[in-house]
């Protein structure tokens, strides 16, 4: 059992029910009043952002938790299937665990948060960045290149992502996995 002094980023903790991994603290001493600490928490199942704050030496259930890279292999109508690279084993996913899944390509490694005590599942993170091909993208109108113009373009995953005017199909880009936008073409 730990307490609210113990708080450090990247911990995961047992807080209403659901377990939280901690984004960002900060250990507050006023000149008047107790000390407290405000934190900022991520839910590992459904990825809500909660701010919490915690009274000093208040007890908190810390959960022991792993990382290990798995393969994305396959999606069906009720998530996502991974393999394990080290005995082959396989693991399923459910949609909301994942954020930003439109990204993910077959083939492609994850990282995924277990839970040590009985190796569930808790979350996955897809890597910051990914490279994808075009497949489809809009006409770049002339004369739109005074400001910086984007149109929308498709990827080889199926997702929409704004591009430069210059991009066309075929091109390979780079794309931030956290907000969907558009990096470097790669060449």
Not at 19 to 35: E, M, N, R, T, Y
Not at 76 to 98: A, P, R, T, V
Not at 101 to 127: C, N, R, Y
Request: contains cysteine.
């Amino acid at each position: 059992m730990a307490t609210s002094n113990d708080i450090k980023k990247g911990m995961c903790i047992e807080y209403s029910n659901d377990i939280f991994k901690v984004i960002d603290f900060l250990h507050v001493k006023p000149g008047k009043g107790p000390a407290f600490v405000r934190t900022k928490m991520k839910s590992v199942t459904n990825g809500k952002v909660l701010d919490n704050t915690f009274s000093a030496g208040h007890k908190i259930d810390e959960v022991k938790v792993t990382t290990r890279k798995f393969q994305y292999l396959y999606e069906d109508d009720n998530g996502y299937h991974f393999m394990n690279n080290d005995d082959f084993s396989q693991i399923y996913l459910d949609k909301e665990m994942i954020e930003n899944a439109q990204f993910m390509k077959a083939g492609e490694e994850v990282t995924i948060i277990l839970k040590e005590s009985d190796e569930s599942p808790l979350s996955a993170e897809i890597p910051p960045t990914v490279y994808l091909d075009v497949i489809e993208a809009d006409p770049g109108v002339k004369g739109n290149t005074a400001t910086n113009a984007l149109k929308n373009a498709i990827v080889e995953t199926g997702a929409r992502v704004m591009v430069p005017l210059f991009i066309e199909a075929g091109d390979k880009i780079k794309v931030n996995t956290e907000d969907g936008s558009y990096l470097e073409r790669v060449k």
